[in-house]
Structures are given as structure tokens and as C-alpha cells.
């Protein structure tokens, strides 16, 4: 079983920077392709990166492609997302997630284990 947690969310004014980390439990961790997901009030759940379990070919949704930044640390079980120049309309709980895959995905539903998320909140 894969238990993850997620830390670093808060408030921020725009045009902030947040760095969100995600530590998963166990030994499996270099088996796993991570990935974040964000879910706005009202709104449906959205992909927002995949990180491969190699490291490499991280991939992004259009919206956060040039201001987001994911990457891992095999050796700390963690999973990080460095999110720059937020915008409001990133208020979101963001969901750290695993799968037992090579590659990522943008489909939440190749995602296996998810987090209890973490709040961001970008004041205007």
C-alpha cells in the first residue's frame, strides 16, 4: 500500500511562488510515476503535471507549461511541484498521485493512490 502525503500549500498573493512536496511511504517509490492534480470549488478535477518513475519526461498541462516545475528525489521518496507567477484561478486543493507505471499520465484515472491534498490559495 502506497500512503501519500502532501505539504507546503498555504496563501500567497499573485505572482507568488509556492513549492508543494509529496512523500510517499514504502520502498516502492522508484516503481511509481507521480503526478498533480488540482481541483478548483466548483470545478472538475484537472491534470496539472506527470513525472515518469525514471525522472525524466516530465509533462504539463498548457495552462501552468513555463511556470510549473516537477521533479523527484528518489532517495527521499518525494515528489515536488515548484509553481511560479500563481494566478488567482489557481486556488485549488492539489492532489499528489502515484501509479505503478514507467510513465505518467493525464487521465486521473490511471492513478491508483492519491493524497488528502493540499490547499493553495492565490489572493488577488
Known amino acids: 500500500q502506497v500512503q501519500l502525503v502532501e505539504s507546503g500549500g498555504g496563501l500567497v498573493q499573485v505572482g507568488d511562488s509556492l513549492r508543494l512536496s509529496c512523500v510517499a511511504s514504502?520502498?516502492?517509490?522508484?516503481?511509481?510515476?507521480m503526478g498533480w492534480f488540482r481541483q478548483a470549488p466548483g470545478k472538475e478535477r484537472e491534470f496539472v503535471a506527470t513525472?515518469?518513475?525514471?525522472?525524466?519526461?516530465?509533462y504539463y498541462a498548457d495552462a501552468v507549461k513555463g511556470r510549473f516545475t516537477i521533479s523527484r528525489d528518489n532517495a527521499k521518496n518525494t515528489v515536488y511541484l515548484q509553481m511560479n507567477s500563481l494566478k488567482p484561478e489557481e486556488t485549488a486543493v492539489y492532489y499528489c498521485?502515484?501509479?505503478?507505471?514507467?510513465?505518467?499520465?493525464?487521465?486521473?484515472?490511471?492513478?491508483?493512490?492519491w493524497g488528502q491534498g493540499t490547499q493553495v490559495t492565490v489572493s488577488s
Open positions: 513525472i515518469s518513475r525514471y525522472g525524466s519526461n516530465p
Open positions: 498521485v502515484a501509479a505503478f507505471r514507467d510513465w505518467g499520465t493525464t487521465r486521473a484515472t490511471d492513478y491508483e493512490h
Open positions: 514504502g520502498r516502492t517509490f522508484a516503481s511509481l510515476a
